[in-house]
């Protein structure tokens, strides 16, 4: 059998690691098997243990990986978000109808948590879900408006707390009504900052326009 390049080796290993991210997430951990994560990279099972110790080992990476994506998407919206809107964009986000359905591999925040409890702390993926969750309480602390970290920290943790609860409850009672009320519930809540922003901006739009006529 012909020996595979680097780059194509490099290649199967992200085929796989997205694969398990994304299966993980929308199966949890013990819902999906190594041949089934394979197949779905489009790879043979034999190849596997040429690319990770154990199913175990996959997974921590696959939770780095799916935590880093969550990142990046955070980023990009905090670049694309109005001055001091940027924690009520996430949040929007994070609670958007798509993400309540239960087969959706949205957030690992909420996704992998209750695999992640049962597994415990020894487990290889408790450390990467535990510094996931850290950097996002710290990306949001930092978005903080209070000018006092502690203060910021421990509503950045309120804030995480809320959205993945929120989540995880709208996506357990999906097909009721309840779901949608649960999640627009959260959303109204976190971003009441936001609204009273726009309600504000629309006064002085009005204002204006109404000085201008007379």
Same mark, same amino acid.
């Given at each position: 059998?012909?020996?595979?390049?680097?780059?194509?080796?490099?290649?199967?290993?992200?085929?796989?690691?997205?694969?398990?991210?994304?299966?993980?997430?929308?199966?949890?951990?013990?819902?999906?098997?190594?041949?089934?994560?394979?197949?779905?990279?489009? *790879?043979?099972?034999?190849?596997?243990?040429?690319?990770?110790?154990? @199913?175990?080992?996959?997974?921590?990476?696959? !939770?780095?990986?799916?935590?880093?994506?969550?990142?990046?998407?955070?980023?990009? @919206?905090?670049?694309?978000?109005?001055? %001091?809107?940027?924690?009520?964009?996430?949040?929007?986000?994070?609670?958007?109808?798509?993400?309540?359905?239960?087969?959706?591999?949205?957030?690992?925040?909420?996704? *992998?948590?209750?695999?992640?409890?049962?597994?415990?702390?020894?487990?290889?993926?408790?450390?990467?879900?535990?510094? %996931?969750?850290?950097?996002?309480?710290?990306?949001?602390?930092?978005?903080?408006?209070?000018?006092?970290?502690?203060?910021?920290?421990?509503?950045? !943790?309120?804030?995480?707390?809320?959205?993945?609860?929120?989540?995880?409850?709208?996506?357990? !009672?999906?097909?009721?009504?309840?779901?949608?009320?649960?999640?627009?519930?959260?959303?109204?809540?976190?971003?009441?900052?936001?609204?009273?922003?726009?309600? @504000?901006?629309?006064?002085?739009?009005?204002? @204006?326009?109404?000085?201008?006529?007379?």
């Amino acid at each position: 059998m012909p020996r595979v390049s680097r780059a194509q080796a490099d290649a199967n290993h992200q085929a796989i690691e997205a694969a398990a991210s994304r299966l993980f997430r929308e199966r949890g951990l013990q819902g999906v098997t190594v041949a089934e994560i394979m197949a779905d990279a489009g *790879l043979t099972h034999g190849g596997f243990y040429a690319h990770y110790a154990s @199913k175990d080992a996959l997974a921590a990476s696959a !939770c780095e990986s799916a935590f880093a994506a969550s990142a990046d998407l955070w980023q990009h @919206k905090i670049a694309a978000s109005a001055p %001091g809107e940027s924690r009520e964009v996430i949040a929007e986000s994070y609670l958007r109808s798509t993400n309540c359905e239960p087969s959706v591999a949205s957030c690992p925040t909420a996704t *992998l948590v209750a695999d992640v409890a049962r597994a415990g702390a020894e487990h290889p993926i408790h450390a990467a879900y535990v510094d %996931g969750v850290r950097q996002q309480i710290e990306t949001l602390a930092a978005l903080g408006h209070s000018n006092d970290p502690a203060r910021d920290r421990a509503d950045a !943790c309120v804030r995480l707390s809320t959205m993945m609860g929120a989540l995880l409850l709208a996506r357990a !009672c999906h097909g009721d009504p309840l779901s949608a009320e649960i999640a627009s519930a959260a959303r109204a809540a976190l971003t009441t900052g936001r609204a009273r922003g726009r309600t @504000k901006e629309t006064r002085v739009r009005r204002a @204006k326009t109404i000085g201008g006529a007379r």
